[in-house]
């Protein structure tokens, strides 16, 4: 086509998976072809366990009624509203008015665009945590913002280092980032570190976002950041269905927190789509109404991967937290002896070179972590989204490969 795309999209690329998941998939069919099984990919954190099966039933109860199939409140239903508000007092101590504080959104990810173009200008600056999730910084670009990158480092703990962002130049940053527990490092979230967020926020007129989805995965103390006092004063936070639910492909997210900057959102999500399909907002009001044994169990499973996800750790020589929270374990090679015996070509990462090579000797992707900032350059990730039998085969086979 002649017509000249938009500048926008000249400062970013295709998401990484996007990409890489068609490469996995031809690799499949070539090994297929031969005989060979499918590639194990331990890569993208996409739950592969069923939602909860009352959840299923609303869903096909109501998708089948007369009145489900129209367009909805842009608002979403007050009673999925009310679901959420109910959610939150539940688990994280926290008051929500469920007329005004809360935004049904098409996921979590969906939020981050729409937070970022109902707040930042050209120009504005946008503290990004590194490593953290790229899609952070993509939609900071569409934007047109002037992205701020902030370290996380592991002597700290993956927090952030409030000293070195109290000597950077902070004038004109409108918004930052926060996720936790944290992807890909899996730090968790303290009642602390909320405080220190809530007022660096306030201290210096900045909006702080916090991704808050990982909260339920191995993790015995769910914590919001809008329990702290004052928090909505500076603060939003995203949610969803995805993790803790097993309900990743329903897209159901929300954000919370102030009513004026939950009407400054809604501003502009209301010019994107029509609102979610009904039967999907009833069977997430059910979902959200689970008790804590639904998470016991979730977490029970988790555990048993987590595991299994650590022993491939060791044997890549990764160093990792073998009590990290969320979705994925993540591991530093720097310090491996197993990288002796690799070659890494020019414009690759170690990591980058391990993970290509255990791809296409071991038919096994796991994550190599330079596409989360430079900070994950030394690090791969391993997703947890993976039956025990097929983490113990993915273990096998790279133990078969490294042991050549």
């Given at each position: 086509?002649?017509?000249?795309?938009?500048?926008?999209?000249?400062?970013?690329?295709?998401?990484?998976?996007?990409?890489?998941?068609?490469?996995?998939?031809?690799?499949?069919?070539?090994?297929?072809?031969?005989?060979?099984?499918?590639?194990?990919?331990?890569?993208?954190?996409?739950p592969d366990g069923t939602p909860p099966a009352s959840a299923l039933s609303i869903?096909?109860?109501?998708?089948?009624?007369?009145?489900?199939?129209?367009?909805?409140?842009?608002?979403?239903?007050?009673?999925?509203?009310?679901?959420?508000?109910?959610?939150?007092?539940?688990?994280?101590?926290?008051?929500?008015?469920?007329?005004?504080?809360?935004?049904?959104?098409?996921?979590?990810?969906?939020?981050?665009?729409?937070?970022?173009?109902a707040y930042v200008n050209p120009g504005d600056k946008v503290l990004v945590p590194?490593?953290?999730?790229?899609?952070?910084?993509?939609?900071?670009?569409?934007?047109?913002?002037?992205?701020?990158?902030?370290?996380?480092?592991?002597?700290?703990?993956?927090?952030?280092?409030?000293?070195?962002?109290?000597?950077?130049?902070?004038?004109?940053?409108?918004?930052?980032?926060?996720?936790?527990?944290?992807?890909?490092?899996?730090?968790k979230a303290t009642p602390e570190l909320y405080a220190r967020l809530v007022e660096?926020?306030?201290?210096?007129?900045?909006?702080?976002?916090?991704?808050?989805?990982?909260?339920?995965?191995?993790?015995?103390?769910?914590?919001?950041?809008?329990?702290?006092?004052?928090?909505?004063?500076?603060?939003?936070?995203?949610?969803?269905?995805?993790?803790?639910?097993?309900?990743?492909?329903?897209?159901?997210?929300?954000?919370?927190?102030?009513?004026?900057?939950?009407?400054?959102?809604?501003?502009?999500?209301?010019?994107?789509?029509?609102?979610?399909?009904?039967?999907?907002?009833?069977?997430?009001?059910?979902?959200?109404?689970?008790?804590?044994?639904?998470?016991?169990?979730?977490?029970?499973?988790?555990?048993?991967?987590?595991?299994?996800?650590?022993?491939?750790?060791?044997?890549?020589?990764?160093?990792?937290?073998?009590?990290?929270?969320?979705?994925?374990?993540?591991?530093?090679?720097?310090?491996?002896?197993?990288?002796?015996?690799?070659?890494?070509?020019?414009?690759?990462?170690?990591?980058?070179?391990?993970?290509?090579?255990?791809?296409?000797?071991?038919?096994?992707?796991?994550?190599?972590?330079?596409?989360?900032?430079?900070?994950?350059?030394?690090?791969?990730?391993?997703?947890?989204?993976?039956?025990?039998?097929?983490?113990?085969?993915?273990?096998?086979?790279?133990?078969?490969?490294?042991?050549?």
């Amino acid at each position: 086509m002649n017509i000249r795309p938009a500048n926008r999209t000249l400062s970013v690329q295709e998401y990484y998976f996007s990409r890489k998941n068609r490469e996995i998939d031809a690799l499949s069919q070539a090994r297929l072809a031969r005989g060979e099984d499918r590639i194990i990919n331990l890569g993208i954190g996409s739950p592969d366990g069923t939602p909860p099966a009352s959840a299923l039933s609303i869903l096909a109860e109501t998708a089948v009624k007369p009145g489900c199939h129209g367009y909805q409140n842009y608002k979403g239903l007050p009673v999925l509203r009310e679901a959420f508000a109910k959610w939150y007092g539940r688990y994280y101590g926290v008051e929500l008015d469920p007329d005004k504080e809360i935004q049904p959104l098409t996921g979590s990810k969906e939020g981050i665009l729409l937070i970022s173009m109902a707040y930042v200008n050209p120009g504005d600056k946008v503290l990004v945590p590194d490593p953290g999730y790229p899609t952070y910084t993509s939609a900071s670009r569409m934007v047109d913002a002037q992205i701020i990158k902030y370290d996380l480092l592991p002597e700290n703990g993956w927090k952030p280092d409030f000293d070195a962002l109290e000597a950077m130049d902070l004038t004109g940053v409108k918004l930052m980032w926060t996720n936790y527990p944290g992807m890909p490092t899996g730090a968790k979230a303290t009642p602390e570190l909320y405080a220190r967020l809530v007022e660096f926020g306030r201290k210096h007129n900045i909006l702080i976002v916090n991704d808050n989805p990982y909260s339920f995965i191995l993790n015995d103390q769910p914590l919001s950041i809008l329990a702290v006092p004052g928090a909505k004063e500076t603060c939003l936070e995203m949610n969803s269905l995805s993790k803790a639910h097993n309900m990743a492909g329903w897209r159901i997210g929300m954000v919370a927190g102030d009513a004026d900057a939950i009407s400054q959102i809604l501003k502009v999500k209301s010019q994107m789509d029509s609102g979610m399909f009904k039967p999907l907002q009833l069977a997430a009001v059910e979902a959200l109404g689970q008790g804590p044994e639904w998470f016991t169990e979730l977490n029970k499973e988790y555990k048993a991967r987590r595991a299994v996800a650590s022993r491939i750790m060791d044997l890549v020589g990764a160093k990792h937290d073998r009590d990290s929270a969320g979705l994925f374990v993540w591991g530093d090679i720097s310090a491996s002896p197993v990288m002796e015996g690799i070659s890494v070509p020019e414009g690759m990462t170690p990591a980058e070179a391990l993970s290509e090579k255990i791809l296409h000797e071991a038919g096994v992707f796991i994550t190599p972590g330079f596409i989360f900032g430079r900070n994950g350059t030394n690090f791969v990730r391993i997703s947890l989204c993976a039956p025990v039998p097929v983490l113990e085969d993915a273990e096998r086979k790279i133990r078969a490969v490294l042991n050549k």
